[in-house]
């Protein structure tokens, strides 16, 4: 295939070829000539700014933007200041850098997003030059003043401005400078005649380059490799050195025999190659230098920019776009002449097997003996990687395919992967679209980023095919397209809110992993609130609905959606927005009419906020609570005057509700609360506080019986109650004679066991066995057993002729009991079971 060759160039070990991209679109009549250029990497969007063709003070400059076909993106009248350098971001949004040092940032459509400056002292000086370079921190503006100081910004999204110290000697611009990346930070070469320096955030330090050309008085240009890797220094000799970003290590010095400062230079190195080489642009004359002393010269047309790659190097001029780069070794070894590798063969004996010859036979036992031809299809899939051409790629990738068929265990998945992204790229680099990838950036890249920058040019069926074709996950893939067309869609102001929000809920669909509020919040940023309202009821997560209806000032509409969610979290953030953002007597009136929140709200105000829940329930007239609250309250208050008062006003309350029970027992504990305070005045027993059956119990304790015996009369205790806190109370003082005064005094309500059981707890069997006598036939069993007498417990189980306390009895007895009195037991228990 003598034709593939036909543009390739030796040069020391490796050939370079420069292949054209595309005949560019655009109609210049004068070229690049009088334009400001930038383009960005990766294939990416070309801006120029044109200088006006008639001198007039109302003539203005023109900013266009094109794709890399030529294909126009965006075109206006520049009407700021002077642009001293143009540059592209990580993200494709073009910078302007102003004489000012004003930095304005606009995206691919020439639609303004912000702008930030270099600083005050910029402003004064003026810039004279700048650049704008990528790390692996983002996107960073570096320039120089006039009063030849550098100031930098690393990254434009996260702006921290470092004025770099001066260099010696340096008076106006400096010849030449750049930028390099050592060491996780951003640092500029400077050359000042022969010497070099290299400035970072605290000092200046003067470098020497390894073996420079004695004969070089200056450096006047240089550059450093896509990866800030290599550095490239020309001289005023003619030389050019190459050599590593930090100045050990020389890779090769050349002659270029020209001395004229070059207009431009830029490597031109495969990420793998083993030879370094530069591009150097004079006006009419591009020269590729490497390691030996040969070079490789082409002519220009026309006035041309380089625009540096990974892998080779983009030429743009007026009329055409082409790629300079090094042949990758698969397709040198495939197509140069006389080749004897692998996948050379391989390719000659798929054409004879085209032509039905029975050379395709001889050719693949060669490969075939030499156990060579798992290389030779590895070889024909990578080389179809590295051609633009779909013509050569198809006749590689059948050659591929015909050499897999005479292998058993050759892994499909390279051919396969090979094939998907040759299809992805050559729709990618169509006219139409314009962004000329090479297989070796597109891996770089990544698919998600190459995704990204289609939906960033609004090409949406575009992205949303790749993605299909990819199997790429939905919500990584078509959803966040779909996502990207929705936001952009919410712009178009010439069409109604119903047919936008109709329009996107029907191409959404269910489309998994898309947040109808994202799309919402880009409608409300773009003062279409309505929409954004219509777009959120597509949003079935109420928590993503909720807090953009807040940001949009809907708040009744917002309480309604997180009522209905059911999430009480989301509740209480509504009404704590609306608590803020409302007065008392609105917000009042707004939870009225919503019971939910209203409870979930005086729910809040019990633990946290008294004094509200206390107006929620006079905005109500709910007396019932409030008699509620006041009762409460005055448990909080220490004072006796205080808890008077809010016991009374409870009443007051109570009276109000109609409830005459919780009425009288208000009354009764502020007449409880006074007969403590007068006892404790009196006796100098701390009382206030104690219920009334702590305070008759305490009475009882301390002696006071008569008092306590007032409490029971006036508060009308029940007779069972008193007896047992009366019983309790002389049994803990262990005031037996008392207590057996208070037996007799009358019949007891609670009967006697009570007595019996007290005096055994306290360990007084003694005074237990005085209350057994009287205790009930049925509790006689549980009296007897509790004082331990087996034998009365015994005979008056026996006497009942009850089962079940006989059984009680015996489970009671030990080994030490009395046989016959078991045998008694049984055989009453026999008889009563017969009975």
């Known amino acids: 295939m003598a034709f593939v060759t036909a543009n390739w160039n030796p040069l020391g070990g490796t050939f370079y070829r420069k292949v054209e991209l595309y005949e560019m679109g655009w109609s210049l009549k004068d070229g690049l000539r009088e334009c400001l250029v930038a383009a960005a990497p990766y294939g990416g969007p070309i801006a120029l700014l044109k200088e006006p063709q008639r001198r007039s003070p109302s003539a203005r400059p023109q900013l266009e933007i094109y794709s890399s076909s030529g294909v126009t993106m965006a075109s206006f009248p520049w009407k700021s200041g002077v642009v001293k350098q143009l540059g592209w971001t990580v993200c494709d949004d073009l910078l302007c850098i102003q004489e ?97 320096f290299i400035l970072d955030y605290a000092a200046c330090t003067a470098v020497s380059p390894p073996g420079l050309s004695p004969q070089a008085t200056s450096i006047v240009h240089m550059c450093v490799s896509f990866s800030y890797k290599y550095l490239a220094l020309f001289t005023d000799s003619g030389h050019v050195w190459m050599g590593s970003a930090n100045l050990k290590e020389k890779l090769s010095e050349v002659e270029t025999k020209v001395r004229d400062p070059p207009k431009q230079m830029t490597w031109c190195r495969r990420p793998k190659s083993q030879q370094p080489s530069v591009v150097i642009m004079w006006d009419q004359y591009l020269l590729v230098a490497g390691e030996c002393k040969d070079t490789v010269s082409y002519p220009l047309d026309d006035v041309s920019v ?179 067309w929705a936001c952009c869609k919410v712009q178009q102001k010439e069409e109604a809110d119903e047919v936008i929000a109709r329009t996107i809920s029907l191409k959404l669909g269910e489309a998994a992993g898309i947040s109808y509020s994202e799309i919402a919040t880009k409608a409300y940023e773009c003062g279409r609130t309505e929409l954004a309202i219509k777009l959120l009821e597509f949003e079935p997560r109420s928590g993503e609905q909720v807090p953009l209806l807040l940001k949009m000032k809907r708040s009744q509409l917002a309480l309604s959606k997180a009522i209905e969610s059911g999430d009480t979290d989301l509740v209480y953030t509504v009404v704590t927005y609306l608590k803020n953002e409302m007065n008392r007597g609105d917000f009042f009136m707004t939870l009225r009419n919503k019971p939910v929140a209203l409870s979930l709200y005086r729910q809040f105000c019990k633990h946290q906020e008294q004094d509200t829940l206390k107006d929620l329930f006079n905005q109500d007239d709910d007396h019932q609570e409030l008699g509620n609250f006041y009762v409460k309250a005055s448990y909080k208050e220490r004072r006796l005057e205080a808890q008077i008062a809010h016991l009374q006003s409870a009443v007051d309350e109570y009276n109000k509700a109609k409830n005459d029970f919780a009425s009288k027992a208000t009354e009764e504990q502020m007449r409880l609360l006074r007969f403590q305070k007068k006892l404790e005045e009196e006796k100098g027993e701390a009382l206030v506080g104690f219920s009334l059956h702590d305070t008759i119990r305490t009475l009882l304790a301390v002696g006071l019986h008569k008092q306590a015996e007032q409490l029971y009369k006036d508060f009308r205790v ?85 089962e079940g306390e006989i059984s009680t009895v015996l489970s009671r007895c030990s080994p030490t009991t009395d046989r016959a009195l078991v045998e008694r037991l049984n055989r009453a228990k026999t008889t009563a079971a017969k009975k």
């Not at 009329?319 to 692998?342: D, G, W, Y």
């Open 100 to 196: 000012d040092g004003t930095v304005l940032i606009y995206d691919l459509f020439g639609s303004f997003k912000r702008h930030f400056s270099m600083g005050n002292e910029v402003g004064q000086s003026q810039v004279v030059e700048a650049k704008v370079f990528h790390s692996p921190y983002g996107t960073g503006v570096a320039i120089v003043t006039g009063a030849s100081r550098f100031t930098l910004a690393t990254n434009i999204d996260d702006l921290k401005l470092r004025r770099l110290p001066e260099v010696p000697g340096l008076h106006g611009a400096p010849i030449c400078w750049a930028v390099l990346s050592q060491d996780r930070q951003s640092k500029v070469l400077v050359a000042n005649g022969a010497d070099l």
């Open 306 to 484: 380089l625009v540096p790659e990974l892998d080779g190097v983009r030429i743009i001029s007026g009329t055409h776009h082409e790629l300079l780069q090094e042949v990758p070794a698969a397709c040198e070894e495939i197509f140069k002449i006389a080749s004897m590798a692998p996948g050379a063969l391989l390719l000659e004996a798929h054409k004879e097997y085209e032509k039905e010859s029975q050379k395709a036979d001889e050719y693949l036992r060669e490969i075939k003996e030499q156990n060579l031809l798992g290389e030779a299809v590895k070889q024909c899939v990578e080389a179809a990687g590295h051609e633009l051409e779909p013509e050569t790629q198809k006749t590689l990738l059948r050659a591929a395919s015909f050499g897999k068929c005479f292998l058993s265990n050759f892994a499909p998945e390279p051919f396969v992967c090979m094939c998907r992204d040759l299809r992805v790229l050559n729709a990618v680099r169509d006219y139409t679209v314009g962004i000329p990838l090479t297989h070796t950036q597109f891996k770089q890249m990544t698919v998600q980023v190459l995704i990204d920058r289609l939906v960033y040019r609004k090409l949406y069926p575009l992205a949303i095919e790749i993605c299909r074709y990819l199997k790429t996950p939905e919500y990584q893939g078509v959803s966040r397209v779909l996502k990207h």
């Open 718 to 802: 029940p007779d069972k109650r008193y007896w047992w806190l009366k019983l309790t109370a002389l049994a803990e003082k262990e005031d037996w004679e008392e207590l057996e005064k208070f037996a007799k005094s009358k019949k007891s309500p609670i009967g006697y066991l009570p007595f019996v059981e007290v005096c055994v707890k306290h360990h007084n069997r003694y005074e237990a066995k005085k209350y057994v006598s009287k205790v009930t036939p049925e509790q006689k069993v549980k009296a007897h057993l509790a004082v331990g007498d087996m034998e009365g417990a015994a005979d008056a189980a026996i006497e009942r002729r009850n």
